[in-house]
């Protein structure tokens, strides 16, 4: 069964770093890139960015551009999400899944991991 | 950027009947569209690929149609368990997703 787990839920306080984690099993971790997702509470989804984890190409949306990092580590099947100083607004759930291949230049997303809840507040 | 436009942001349904979501795309996106839905606290889950592709294990009343800019979906007698929010989302260029439609029980 091919599966994303997230790490768990965090709150943090403004300025403050955060790295999170997606760990895939059931496939090959390097052959699929992974998506990251930020649902803000009450809203809609927003792609931030992609990696590729055999080669860690990396792309992100111009919204997130700068304000994130996405990185992969192939030997331990898992991407991560990170940021270097928190703020209010990132308060979110951050979703990550994995990209399937199409015939198109990108395709859709499936499985989704689970979700992990960022809270950051003074 | 492609703009994603999804309606009604609310539809309200019995069970049983049928529901007709849409989702409209500032400029042609072929069809390069996936759904999703989402239930409360839950991670989406993909549904249609392709505009009308059913994904692994999703049931045949849903369907999807349409290309370009023009797309719907299609749940042709709802049960209770498809009571969520559902998206739309291109992946023509990049990836962009509607707003959401909530299909909530009349």
């Known amino acids: 069964e091919v599966q994303l787990v997230q790490s768990g839920a965090e709150v943090k306080k403004p300025g403050e770093s955060l790295k999170i984690s997606c760990k895939g099993s059931?496939?090959?971790?390097?052959?699929?890139?992974i998506g990251w997702v930020r649902q803000m509470p009450g809203k809609g989804l927003e792609w931030m960015g992609i990696?590729?984890?055999?080669?860690?190409?990396?792309r992100y949306s111009p919204s997130f551009q700068g304000q994130v990092t996405i990185s992969a580590d192939k030997s331990i099947s898992t991407a991560y999400l990170q940021w270097s100083s928190l703020k209010a607004s990132d308060t979110a759930m951050y979703y990550c899944a994995r990209h399937e291949n199409s015939a198109a230049a990108w395709g859709w997303f499936d499985p989704w991991g689970q979700g992990t809840l960022v809270t950051v507040s003074s | 950027e492609i703009v994603m436009t999804q309606s009604p942001a609310t539809l309200s349904v019995s069970p049983g009947e049928r529901a007709t979501l849409s989702c409209r795309a500032s400029q042609s996106v072929s069809s390069n569209l996936a759904w999703y839905q989402q239930k409360p606290g839950q991670a989406p889950r993909l549904l249609i690929y392709g505009a009308s592709t059913r994904a692994t294990g999703i049931p045949a009343r849903f369907s999807g149609s349409g290309s370009g800019t023009e797309f719907t979906l299609t749940i042709s007698s709802l049960q209770s368990e498809d009571f969520a929010v559902y998206y739309c989302?291109?992946?023509?260029?990049?990836?962009?997703f509607g707003q959401g439609t909530k299909v909530e029980i009349k």
């Open positions: 990696i590729y984890p055999g080669d860690s190409d990396t």
């Open positions: 059931g496939y090959s971790f390097t052959s699929y890139w």
């Open positions: 989302q291109q992946y023509n260029n990049w990836w962009t």
